[in-house]
């Protein structure tokens, strides 16, 4: 589904990763786990088409996009790519329901915002403001707007480190249950081993170099 | 669209305080507009509202109206004489006023109306100096110099003169007067279009010549140009920092795939929507002030200056929001973002 090969990122003189050849499929469920500074959020970006590599190749379903126009990147990461980010980084001003629409008439379609919400248990919070939601009721709408636009990608940059054990479990079963259930591909980078077990394969990266497992 | 709507009304608190700020910004430029206007239509009302296009002075006058000396016997055909000079009021306590004098025959087309009743030895003043005195008609006033005296017989609007009142009086009285202290001359031919031999001026030129005007308007002017320019300024690092605050919300957008024109058209609907409504606050503000400031105090309204400044205000306030919205096209969708760092 996605795949990246012989990718080389630098930034000026230093060279934060090297050589990564990397495939992923659909229906997986992917850790990607590494020390700090070890590249695991760069490596993320350039999944997450919001960098273009220094060397190297992305294919996105056979199409290398490394090499696609900004408006280009931006549709697919509109289209197929969904985004977690650490903090919801939901847009304050805007209800549970509009935060989804606003991403799914971005992209032409018509969704169902309040039943897209009752897939995360949060049709009660549908006209909510975030202020007005707790850290894991945000995390949670953040992962249904990641989902509304039925991407085939999704990318979770440490989804579950502002929120205590059982929310991040029940985030990481979430997301389990999406890949398996919806055959979508999800990378999760994550700090917190006790969340390994729902992942399918576990990619360790230290140094800017994947650690063969 | 809606985004930027929702976006206003959702936080209501931020968007109000900016909403005052820009309001007074264009009130203090709005204000100091309607004053420097009011003086320039004040210094020259008199001769603004005499409909006609050329004045012929003598030459050495250098277009001062005081300083001009004719003989009313030659007068050109088609032309009327215009007597202007100051005089010194001699009021019943004791104090005096400085008014200045027109006249104009009797039979005048370009005068005020009631020039054709007066009698000889009536005059008619300015409405508004007559308001401030208390002065009424039947009134008699005194001319400090030849203690010659005169009945008011009326009043004029907009009746003045290098901000003095006017006296309006026929030709007739003007030479009773003019004969008293030795003299026999009148100030300008006036007509719509003059065969002289005089200076000729247009209307324009004989306003800008009233003593104290140019000085006063190019003050004005400077003070009107320094407004503009800094409220401009303001207004732009105003909505520029409305947007940089802005910036890692619009960085997650773009992240998520939101295109830059939507998030510019909702950054320019509220620039827009903001500053028109301070502008239109402004405007009537300005509006009802001009209608109801007392008398004395020149103030004037024009339509069309309002709008030009309104015009200049709005467009730099959305420039300085959409300025930081290049910055956000040219980022890398990462770099903006910040929560992936790490």
């Keep these: ?213 | 669209m809606k985004l930027g709507w929702k976006e206003l009304v959702r936080m209501k608190g931020r968007f109000s305080w900016m909403t005052i700020v820009t309001m007074l910004i264009v009130l203090l430029i709005l204000m100091i507009t309607g004053l420097a206007d009011g003086l320039a239509y004040d210094n020259g009302a008199a001769v603004r509202n005499l409909p006609v296009e050329q004045f012929a002075l003598s030459k050495d006058a250098e277009g001062q109206l005081t300083r001009s000396f004719l003989q009313a016997d030659e007068t050109p055909k088609g032309a009327e004489a215009l007597g202007v000079q100051n005089m010194v009021l001699e009021k019943k306590n004791g104090t005096k006023d400085d008014v200045t004098v027109f006249a104009l025959p009797e039979t005048t087309n370009y005068g005020p109306k009631q020039l054709q009743s007066l009698q000889k030895g009536e005059v008619l003043v300015d409405a508004a100096y007559a308001e401030q005195r208390g002065t009424r008609v039947g009134d008699t006033i005194t001319d400090f110099r030849t203690k010659k005296t005169f009945r008011i017989a009326g009043t004029v609007t907009d009746g003045r003169y290098s901000h003095a009142p006017v006296l309006w009086m026929t030709d007739e009285s003007w030479q009773a007067w003019q004969s008293k202290m030795g003299a026999s001359y009148v100030s300008a031919y006036i007509g719509q279009s003059l065969q002289t031999d005089q200076a000729v001026f247009s209307k324009q030129a004989v306003i800008e010549n009233v003593p104290g005007y140019a000085a006063e308007q190019n003050s004005f002017q400077m003070m009107r140009v320094a407004l503009v320019v800094i409220g401009a300024l303001i207004l732009t690092a105003f909505f520029y920092i409305l947007t940089m605050q802005k910036m890692k919300q619009l960085g997650v957008l773009k992240a998520i795939g939101i295109r830059t024109r939507t998030m510019g058209t909702s950054l320019l609907v509220q620039v827009m929507l903001l500053t028109s409504l301070a502008f239109g606050v402004s405007v009537a503000i300005t509006y009802l002030t001009s209608r109801f400031l007392p008398t004395d105090l020149p103030f004037r309204f024009e339509w069309s200056t309002s709008l030009m400044y309104g015009g200049i205000l709005i467009a730099t306030a959305m420039l300085g929001a959409l300025v930081p919205l290049r910055m956000v096209k040219k980022l890398e969708a990462a770099d903006a973002m910040g929560g992936m760092n790490g």
């Design chain 1, 1 to 213: 589904m996605i795949q990246l090969e012989r990718i080389e990122q630098s930034y000026g003189e230093m060279t934060v990763l090297h050589d990564i050849n990397l495939q992923a499929e659909a229906g997986e469920l992917i850790a990607l786990v590494g020390p700090s500074g070890s590249g695991k959020s760069t490596l993320l970006q350039l999944l997450g088409l919001l960098q273009t590599p220094t060397n190297g190749a992305v294919y996105f379903n056979g199409t290398c996009v490394s090499e696609a126009s900004d408006a280009e990147r931006r549709r697919l990461r509109l289209e197929e790519v969904g985004f977690i980010f650490q903090e919801s980084h939901l847009v304050p001003f805007l209800t549970a329901r509009e935060q989804l629409e606003l991403v799914a008439k971005e992209a032409g379609r018509t969704v169902d915002a309040v039943a897209a919400l009752a897939m995360f248990g949060l049709e009660h919070r549908k006209d909510h403001l975030p202020h007005a939601l707790s850290g894991g009721e945000r995390q949670r709408i953040a992962i249904a707007r990641a989902f509304v636009n039925d991407p085939q990608l999704v990318l979770a940059d440490e989804p579950t480190a502002s929120l205590d054990y059982t929310n991040g479990r029940r985030v990481m079963e979430l997301l389990q249950q999406q890949a398996h259930e919806s055959n979508k591909t999800i990378i999760v980078i994550t700090h917190d081993e006790r969340m390994l077990d729902v992942c399918d394969r576990i990619w360790r990266i230290e140094d800017g170099k994947i650690q063969t497992a």
